[in-house]
């Protein structure tokens, strides 16, 4: 591991410990990931609010609800410990931003990959290119990613019909660290939208929430 990686690293190791078990003055922001090819990256744009609104409260977090938008290639992303992305929709990554990208989660960022409905055939080339070496990988239900607050014994709750199909939680792990959370047939995101928007029952915004919380939850205690 190189000098820059071993700097970014620690930093992102301070500042996780002390988001989550020290009142800090500038609060942290969950961030949304901008990308290029065509695919609306800007899908769900109340979800990360209203997650951070959540987050807050059930986790006591110290979010600034007002969420960050970045870009790939962009040193901001090293800002940012965690970042969402979605959408519908083509992804294209450059080689540098790729390689902007794995630096940042072999650094010990986190990606949540939330699939919004015709994702999947770009998402997993695209992610391939940074990460040539690793498969997305379906994580047991036994994975502390479905145990943190809040418990999820069959993984994943299933928020949209889409295809029909059973959701899948899929990652990308380095070196025993799991930096990449791939949400499949689930539609998280647009479980954590405003009620008026999809319309979706009460109690599947609940489990998205609590779902997400436990995602935010298990990245700050790594």
Not at 40 to 52: I, R, V
Not at 139 to 161: C, D
Not at 171 to 182: H, K
Not at 200 to 218: C, H, T
Request: overall charge negative.
């Amino acid at each position: 591991m190189n000098s820059k990686i071993i700097v970014i690293a620690s930093f992102f190791s301070i500042l996780l410990y002390c988001s989550f078990h020290a009142p800090i003055t500038a609060p942290l922001k969950l961030a949304l990931l901008k990308y290029n090819g065509g695919g609306d990256w800007y899908a769900n744009p109340t979800s990360l609010t209203n997650l951070g609104k959540f987050c807050n409260k059930e986790l006591k977090t110290n979010f600034d609800i007002s969420y960050a938008t970045v870009e790939v290639g962009s040193a901001e992303l090293f800002n940012y410990p965690f970042i969402h992305m979605t959408g519908h929709g083509n992804v294209v990554f450059s080689d540098l931003e790729a390689k902007n990208l794995r630096t940042y989660l072999l650094a010990g960022g986190f990606l949540h990959i939330d699939d919004n409905y015709g994702m999947d055939p770009f998402i997993r080339p695209s992610m391939k290119k940074v990460f040539p070496e690793l498969d997305f990988i379906e994580l047991p239900f036994s994975h502390p990613v479905y145990h943190q607050k809040f418990n999820f014994p069959n993984g994943l709750p299933k928020i949209h019909q889409h295809d029909g199909k059973p959701p899948q939680g899929f990652g990308l792990i380095w070196q025993g660290r799991l930096i990449c959370f791939y949400s499949y047939e689930c539609d998280l995101g647009d479980g954590w939208e405003d009620p008026e928007v999809h319309k979706d029952p009460e109690e599947k915004r609940i489990q998205a929430l609590q779902m997400g919380a436990n995602l935010v939850s298990f990245v700050f205690k790594e």
